[in-house]
């Protein structure tokens, strides 16, 4: 009744959001939600999109990470797209980062592109970069997962100091 079948055109369907994200072009799934009232001890691996308002100690990667007001991670978040309205406190290793002016931020920062809003709180080091590679990071995640789980981990000050000195060359 108010749209017309635009006869010369194919039947596809495709949505604002697909063009304007290019991550929505890959498979479409439903977002992985971490509640303000769950604590996640560990790590968070996805293909798809985070959404943190809880709080994770560990390691999060996915396409796509929003950590949101009431969010709290402690540890590294690798992903395509960074989102950050909580608190973070760990590297951030992402192409696009985007800090909005209720986060705060402890830590290295690796992008490609980066936003930071009015009053973002960041304390710590922006390290530009022309191509990020995820996937090596991807790697080392689930290989110091592994050395977590038979108990050859480090402390954290000290996996933190790893990641710093594996950083910096």
């Not at 970069?129 to 402390?155: N, V």
């Amino acid at each position: 009744m108010f749209f017309q079948k635009n006869k010369s055109s194919p039947d596809t369907k495709v949505s604002l959001n697909s063009m304007t994200n290019p991550l929505s072009l890959k498979r479409k799934t439903s977002p992985s939600i971490i509640a303000t009232d769950m604590n996640v001890l560990g790590n968070v691996v996805s293909e798809g999109l985070v959404d943190v308002d809880g709080r994770v100690e560990g390691n999060v990667r996915a396409a796509q990470v929003t950590v949101r007001g009431n969010g709290n991670v402690t540890g590294d978040v690798v992903a395509e797209t960074v989102q950050i309205y909580g608190a973070v406190k760990g590297i951030i290793k992402a192409r696009h980062v985007e800090l909005f002016s209720s986060c705060r931020v402890e830590g290295i920062i690796m992008h490609e592109s980066l936003m930071i809003e009015d009053g973002a709180y960041v304390d710590g080091k922006f390290k530009r970069t022309d191509k990020i590679d995820l996937e090596d990071s991807a790697m080392k995640m689930l290989t110091s997962g592994f050395a977590e789980s038979t108990g050859e981990a480090k402390e954290p000050a000290m996996n933190m100091f790893e990641n710093i000195r594996l950083i910096n060359g």
